[in-house]
Structures are given as C-alpha cells and as structure tokens.
Nanobody, 123 residues
Framework: QVQLVESGGGLVQAGGSLRLSCAAS????????MGWFRQAPGKEREFVAT????????SYADSVKGRFTISRDNAKNTVYLQMNSLKPEDTAVYYC????????????????WGQGTQVTVSS
C-alpha cells in the first residue's frame, strides 16, 4: 500500500515557475514508477509526466516537454515536478500517482493516487 500527498501548488503569473512535491509512504516506494497527471475544470484527467523507479527513464506529454521536469529522491520517498514557463492553460489540479512495474502514460495503469494540488496560472 502506498499513500501519496502532494504539495507546492499555488497561484503564479504566466512565465513563472512552481515545484510540486509528492511525498509517499510505504517501504516499497523505490520499486514504483511514478507519474504526474492533471485535470482542468470541465476536462478529463490527462498525463503530464512519468519516471521509472530508478530515475533512468522519463517521459512527458508534448504540451509540457521542455518546460516541466520530473525527478525523484528515493531516499526521501518523494517525487517532484519542476514547472517552468507556466502558461494559463497549465491551470489544473495536479495529481501524483504510483504503479508497480514500468513507467506509463496511461491513467488506468496507476494503482495509487494523491488528493491533488491546485495550480493556477494567471495571464
């Protein structure tokens, strides 16, 4: 069982930066692939980024590639999402998620989810 708690969301102007954190409980954190997803009002939840258990592999949605960076610190049981050059269309609730096995961009492959953190980008 893994419990996830996101933090770091907030209000930022377009062009600004935020770093989201996701703290995980459970001894098996280092064996899980992790992902970040987001859901804007009136839209479906969508993939943002994913990272393998060893940090050897990462993958990003085209909409955030070159602006967002996912990373993890297995010693701290934490995964991060550094978001730069933020745009109003990045406004959403951001969720972290965990899954056993390989990293994945599909929502239904993830077993555990956090409660989400709101990111609002003003123009």
């Amino acid at each position: 069982q893994v419990q996830l708690v996101e933090s770091g969301g907030g209000l930022v102007q377009a062009g600004g930066s935020l770093r989201l954190s996701c703290a995980a409980s459970g001894r098996a954190f280092r064996t899980y692939a992790m992902g970040w997803f987001r859901q804007a009002p009136g839209k479906e939840r969508e993939f943002v980024a994913t990272i393998s258990w060893s940090s050897g592999g990462t993958s990003y949605a085209d909409s955030v590639k070159g602006r967002f960076t996912i990373s993890r610190d297995n010693a701290k049981n934490t995964v991060y999402l550094q978001m730069n050059s933020l745009k109003p269309e990045d406004t959403a609730v951001y969720y972290c998620a965990a899954k056993e096995g390989f990293m994945d961009n599909k929502i239904n492959e993830y077993d555990y989810w956090g409660q989400g953190t709101q990111v609002t980008v003003s123009s």
